[in-house]
């Protein structure tokens, strides 16, 4: 079995539109959606939700002012104001560093989980899928992003699939780390602009520290041929395999959107599932 994350340097380079291409071409599969603080995939996966279970990814601090004895401690040590002056916790506000709770004198301020999102394991046409929901204002989507994954490889395991197919998170922070972090093959989704070639080179360091093999896809390729031709440059200079161009052709994408299907299923002669169907045997061939 071989995990295969997809990953962008930003969000909006058409990352999860490639995935769910990859996702009508590769047979036997798991998808994951591990954008977990703007997950998308569903909407056109319409999935068949069959479990759902909550997702602690932090604490909040609670203030027991039955037995508080208001010296001010605590509000004098809150960095983020989430405290009131009576002795009211925002839970909005609260970044749940535990500064309040250690420096309490009385130890009278609680210092619970509380349920950041939920994760969902669903069934699909294409196969089952692993995804979740962030709540507005938390935090810890690495945490989140780490469940997905783990949850997916229980199924690819148990059900013996030969890949799970990950839509990463975009930008090279935490949830990145935990969208990558042990995966088989990386497939970076740039695109032909100075910010492309930057996030590029920001990405291809990430996956180098981490020692983890790659590839490069660049859509919308024919918006413009120079910076296209940079990114294939800078592919080599990182050492990562340049897997294919996918040209701009909004009309096939945005129809295959609205209509809740792959760019693939809508079209499967278009210009873009032509080069995707080229970048899917490229990409099986080298992992």
Do not use: Q
């Not at 539109?17 to 995939?41: E, H, Q, Y």
């Not at 690495?142 to 890949?163: M, Q, T, W, Y």
């Not at 209509?259 to 499967?268: A, L, W």
């Not at 873009?272 to 061939?285: F, N, P, R, T």
């Amino acid at each position: 079995m071989k995990e295969i994350v997809v990953i962008s340097g930003k969000g909006g380079t058409g990352k999860t539109t490639f995935v769910l291409a990859l996702g009508s071409l590769f047979k036997n599969i798991v998808l994951a959606d591990c954008d977990v603080d703007a997950a998308d995939m569903f909407l056109v996966l319409k999935p068949d939700v069959k479990t759902e279970s909550e997702f602690s990814g932090g604490k909040k601090a609670f203030i027991d002012k039955t037995a508080c004895t208001e010296c001010g401690k605590c509000i004098e040590v809150c960095e983020y104001d989430a405290i009131s002056p009576d002795f009211v916790v925002d839970e909005i506000k609260c970044e749940g560093c535990g500064a309040c709770v250690y420096f309490c004198p009385e130890k009278t301020i609680e210092f619970n989980e509380v349920v950041s999102g939920m994760v969902f394991i669903s069934e699909t046409r294409l196969g089952p899928f692993v995804h979740a929901k962030l709540n507005p204002g938390m935090e810890n989507s690495g945490k989140l992003v780490s469940r997905v994954r783990n949850e997916a490889k229980k199924i690819a395991v148990e059900k013996e699939k030969d890949f799970i197919l990950t839509d990463g998170s975009p930008g090279v922070g935490c949830p990145v780390i935990s969208s990558i972090s042990g995966a088989d093959y990386v497939v970076i989704v740039s695109e032909p602009t100075v910010s492309g070639v930057h996030d590029l080179e920001r990405v291809g360091d990430l996956l180098a520290h981490f020692k983890i093999k790659g590839g490069v896809v660049v859509n919308k390729w024919d918006l413009n041929k120079e910076k296209t031709d940079e990114i294939e440059e800078v592919s080599k200079k990182l050492r990562l395999d340049f897997l294919g161009k996918i040209p701009y052709e909004i009309d096939t994408v945005l129809a295959a959107m609205n209509n809740e299907k792959t760019v693939i299923e809508y079209n499967p002669r278009s210009e873009v599932s032509k080069s995707v169907k080229l970048i899917a045997e490229k990409l099986k061939s080298v992992i």
